[in-house]
Nanobody
Framework: QVQLVESGGGLVQPGGSLRLSCAAS????????MGWYRQAPGKQRELVAT???????NYANSVEGRFTISRDNAKNTVYLQMSSLKPEDTAAYYC???????????????WGQGTQVTVSS
């Protein structure tokens, strides 16, 4: 099994910054991609950003230029640096990873427990 543990959420004023971290642990053979999704109250979960181990990145249009995703492959950890935050960025942010525990097992989707980000003055 693979566990994802997030940290770094909180309350921030508009225009401020926050950094989220997510560490994957467990019996990991391959983990790719890793990324972040978010879900605001009354809305569907949406993609924020994903990153592949070779460095290829995909951002949602709404965050491109303000958020930066990165990962430490050796630590199976993904980060999300959020800057110029807006009230509409308020949501629960979920870490996501697709991985497998051995070369013979299938890939599965894994989710973290979520961390709340609130942007308000």
């Amino acid at each position: 099994q693979v566990q994802l543990v997030e940290s770094g959420g909180g309350l921030v004023q508009p225009g401020g910054s926050l950094r989220l971290s997510c560490a994957a642990s467990g019996s990991i053979r391959t983990i790719d991609p890793m990324g972040w999704y978010r879900q605001a109250p009354g809305k569907q979960r949406e993609l924020v950003a994903t990153i592949i181990s070779n460095g290829r990145i995909n951002y949602a249009n709404s965050v491109e230029g303000r958020f930066t995703i990165s990962r430490d492959n050796a630590k199976n950890t993904v980060y999300l640096q959020m800057s110029s935050l807006k009230p509409e960025d308020t949501a629960a942010y979920y870490c996501y990873a697709r991985g497998r525990t051995s070369y013979f097992s299938s890939f599965n989707d894994y989710w973290g427990q979520g961390t709340q980000v609130t942007v308000s003055s």
